[in-house]
């Protein structure tokens, strides 16, 4: 086992180190230049050229390349042109807000997801069904960016059950950072009016977010269910008069849960580099809008930065998904 | 048989979502913020403040918190802008405008207790043109940190490197910073850069409460400010909240989660206009939009197809884009600019005279193709392409609507061979001065994104270095009435029209105070306050 979590390390640093050389040529040959977008419409050409060498545009590729590799091992990403701070800083203050957020989402989606879809399954071509047809073909075809806007509309403006936006309340000031994610951290420091406040801040977000993937996992946990539920050892296990409960969830859910494992790490990945929309409607101050104001400056190093924790973050989600397929499945243990 | 268990029906998932919402459920927000310090207001805007150094940066909202925090020799007020004495209670130039001195109040101080003195003006211009971002190229061709004297602690003198007129109209946006707090923050020579990004050292009416990036920014009044305040019931702060999508900047007003906010479309301001309690800022802006020509390569480099495109274009449909909250352009210096005059000859709408030129091109029957760039996401924008596109169609020329990002489209306008025939552009200029409009014109403004026209006229030139370089106002008015008639007749651009600047605000707050010298949503927040009804 220890082999195997060895080797698939060693695939994700060449894995990253690719990435990397892909995601640093395509935002060098773009158009556009970030020292002159930096230094202002205004400025004159020798203005611009300061700026492009004081932060290393002006050498050579390959040469800016290594030295930005150089920084890697070093602990830097680099110094976002646009901002002015370290990337390295800067993703500290976003990412938490955005794998709160995720979390909390693919959380939601799950809890829902799975006995939706285990219902779905049971009650095949019943209403129940046919309703959650309509949940998973909206969560799939329904814009988030839409989505959001209408749950805003309903829930915060007419309603006002649910705050507009943000991750706290204006004039609440966040709980002191330990994880810095403001669920845990407020309940860490017992105050529970902040945790109130950050729970009432994430729902309409986190529910916004979590659409694609309930969907997804209705839709692949139903199709597994319907197959595991025709098979021998279901009948057998109805013969030997095992109840329903058993029957359905542990036995048949067991089975059919490994493909739904597998699609909820690869969503899981994806929504943490697809926030981008919900960070946008509900003003979560996450690594979505930090990327995209860093792509439309092409300040290349947050660009780099942020593709360089996303994507080593996907490869994480999948490694502990694979893990837990080992764990879960024991033919695959013996291949391990 | 029946699969589905007696513990599943109870879908106890929905009952904890339930119970979650009615935990945390929270009535809409009133009104302001009320805190024991007093009444904060709340602006809604969406664009972030990365970096607070007054060196380093300035956009619309960088500079609304950096006037808050900060002050300046002098400072513009009021519609028509009007530069009033700030830190610097009065100025005189000498040596036909090569030579300005300024003479301090004596009661100015930094939020630490220092004097804001000489030796702070002398060390935060030096700061601002040794860094050389920022407001640095304002003044960097004229001014040269040796050129600034010391005179006295109330006293500070500019040698310029040669007459420059326009010279005071950019000190408003060139901060004065405590020396003593910038130094003791320097880290690697950086002249206190990192730790201005996020901190201030300033002697304005507002200091930095919360810095939470990405988030908000809040402010705290000082009830001391040495300059005064202009209303006994200023806010005890001001929150700048970040609200990127104008549909939640329209819900947060509503609800009454913001008191004032900026950027909402042109329909919005439509739908909360009526609403109860809330009231519009409308003011003919200083933005001009204008569909900028490349008079040096390609086919428009022929003046009379510029002509025959600007008498093609139908000007009304421009205004219906903002729903008539715009005015026409009438010279290509906005009306808030000094010495502006109406040029009588600027083109309108004439199908005869557009198909007159036309006919002087060797595109008479037209058949040609010409790329209107413009940046992708702007509305109005695409709009005003497609009134190009129907108009253009008249006359045989097919309109591409090019979208773009606004590096592409920058990065195409740096060099003349890839500067596209027809480019959107809207520009604010910097200072009410004729010169921040004229210079648009100059070559030394080709490659930027306003000069992707690489005007090449010698005449006009000249008449703007001459305006630019004569102290005495009565001399040099004439000279911009003849630069503006110039520049209609040279054609480089389609002058559009200026879309008025709109807030929308609750009707609490008060001392809406418009310059039209702001840039897009800028708000003068020391002049604000609230009035509970």
């Not at chain 2, 695409?382 to 090019?402: A, F, N, S």
Request: glycine share 8%; proline share 7%.
């Amino acid at each position: 086992m220890a082999l195997y979590i060895g080797k698939r390390m060693a695939f994700l640093i060449v894995m990253l180190v690719g990435l990397l050389i892909v995601t640093f040529l395509i935002s060098h040959v773009a158009p556009g230049d970030p020292a002159s977008l930096a230094a202002g419409p205004d400025a004159p050409p020798e203005m611009v050229e300061q700026i492009r060498h004081e932060y290393g545009l002006d050498k050579p590729l390959p040469v800016q390349f290594v030295l930005y590799l150089e920084g890697i091992l070093h602990g830097q990403l680099g110094q976002s042109v646009r901002t002015g701070h370290p990337v390295t800083e800067d993703l500290a203050e976003f990412f938490p807000a955005t794998f709160e957020l995720v979390t909390v989402s693919m959380l939601i989606a799950i809890l829902l997801g799975i006995p939706l879809g285990m219902l779905s399954a049971v009650k095949q071509n019943h209403w129940f069904d046919h309703a959650t047809r309509i949940v998973s073909v909206s969560g799939v075809a329904v814009p988030m960016f839409w989505l959001g806007l209408m749950l805003q509309l309903a829930l915060a403006l007419d309603l006002g059950w649910l705050p507009l936006s943000g991750r706290l309340g204006i004039m609440s000031a966040p709980p002191d950072p330990v994880t810095h994610l403001y669920l845990i951290d407020s309940l860490l420091a017992g105050q529970w009016d902040v945790f109130r406040d950050a729970l009432s801040h994430i729902i309409l977000p986190a529910v916004t977010l979590c659409f694609p993937a309930l969907a997804s996992i209705i839709r692949v946990n139903r199709a597994e269910m319907i197959e595991a539920l025709g098979q021998d050892y279901i009948v057998n296990a109805r013969a030997q008069g095992i109840g329903p409960f058993r029957t359905v969830a542990v036995y048949a859910l067991k089975n059919a849960f490994l493909p739904t494992l597998a699609m909820i790490g690869l969503r899981y990945g994806w929504m943490l580099g697809g926030t981008i929309l919900v960070e946008s409607v509900f003003d979560w101050p996450g690594i979505g809008l930090y990327a995209t104001q860093s792509a439309i400056a092409q300040d290349f190093q947050p660009i780099m930065g942020v593709t360089l924790l996303i994507g080593a973050n996907f490869m994480i989600a999948n490694l502990l998904v694979d893990l837990a397929y080992i764990w879960l499945d024991p033919r695959t243990r013996e291949a391990a | 048989m029946n699969f589905i268990p007696a513990r599943m029906k109870a879908l106890p998932i929905a009952v904890t979502l339930a119970a979650a919402v009615a935990f945390t459920m929270s009535g809409p927000a009133q009104a302001f913020e009320k805190t024991p310090q007093g009444n904060v207001l709340v602006f809604g805007g969406r664009q972030p403040v990365p970096n607070l150094d007054p060196s380093q940066k300035y956009d619309w909202s960088t500079r609304m918190l950096q006037q808050a925090v900060y002050d300046a020799l002098v400072k513009y007020e009021g519609d028509p802008a009007e530069i009033k004495p700030w830190v610097a209670k009065s100025w005189e130039e000498s040596d036909g405008a090569k030579t300005w001195t300024f003479h301090l109040a004596d009661n100015a101080k930094f939020h630490n207790g220092d004097p804001v003195d000489a030796e702070a003006v002398k060390f935060s211009f030096t700061r601002t043109l040794k860094i050389g971002k920022g407001p640095s190229w304002m003044l960097s061709s004229v001014l040269a940190p040796d050129g600034i004297e010391v005179v006295d602690p109330h006293t500070v003198r500019f040698h310029l490197k040669e007459p420059y007129a326009p010279f005071l109209s950019f000190l408003p946006w060139w901060y004065i910073l405590n020396p003593k707090e910038v130094t003791a923050h320097e880290k690697d020579g950086d002249m206190g850069q990192a730790w201005l990004t996020e901190h201030a050292a300033g002697s304005g009416p507002f200091k930095i409460a919360r810095w939470q990036q990405g988030t908000l920014y809040g402010l705290a009044a000082l009830d001391d400010y040495w300059k005064g305040w202009p209303h006994q019931t200023h806010p005890a702060g001001v929150i700048y909240k970040l609200m990127r999508e104008t549909a939640t900047q329209r819900a947060a007003l509503i609800r009454g989660d913001a008191d004032i906010v900026e950027g909402l479309s042109p329909d919005d301001y439509e739908v909360v206009k009526s609403m109860p309690g809330i009231a519009i800022e409308n003011h003919p802006g200083m933005t001009t939009f204008g569909i900028m020509f490349n008079t040096a390569k390609g086919p428009t480099a022929d003046i009379n197809l510029r002509k025959a495109i600007a008498y093609a274009m139908d000007y009304d449909a421009l205004l219906k884009v903002y729903n008539g909250a715009a005015t026409l352009e009438d010279s290509p210096f906005p009306a808030a600019i000094k010495g502006h005059v109406a040029v009588k000859d600027i083109p309108r709408q004439d199908m005869a005279k557009a198909k007159e030129y036309l006919a002087k091109t060797k595109y008479a029957d037209g058949g040609l193709t010409l790329d209107y760039v413009y940046v992708q996401g702007l509305e109005e924008e695409r709009k005003i392409g497609l009134i190009l596109l129907g108009d253009l169609k008249e006359l045989g020329i097919t309109v591409q609507l090019k979208p773009m990002t606004w590096p592409n489209m920058t990065a195409l306008a740096e060099k003349v061979d890839t500067a596209p025939a027809m480019i959107a552009v809207f520009t604010t200029p910097v200072a009410t001065d004729p010169d921040a409009v004229a210079f648009q014109y100059a070559k030394g403004s080709w490659g930027k994104y306003y000069g992707s026209h690489y005007l090449d006229d010698p005449e006009l030139e000249k008449m703007i270095i001459e305006a630019r370089q004569t102290a005495e106002w009565d001399k040099r008015a004439p000279i911009y009435a003849k630069i503006q008639e110039r520049i209609v007749a040279d054609q480089p651009e389609v002058f559009g029209m200026l879309a008025n600047r709109r807030w929308a605000r609750r009707d609490w707050v008060h001392g809406f105070n418009f310059s039209p010298v702001h840039f897009t949503g800028e708000v003068d927040l020391y002049q604000l306050e609230i009035v509970p009804k």
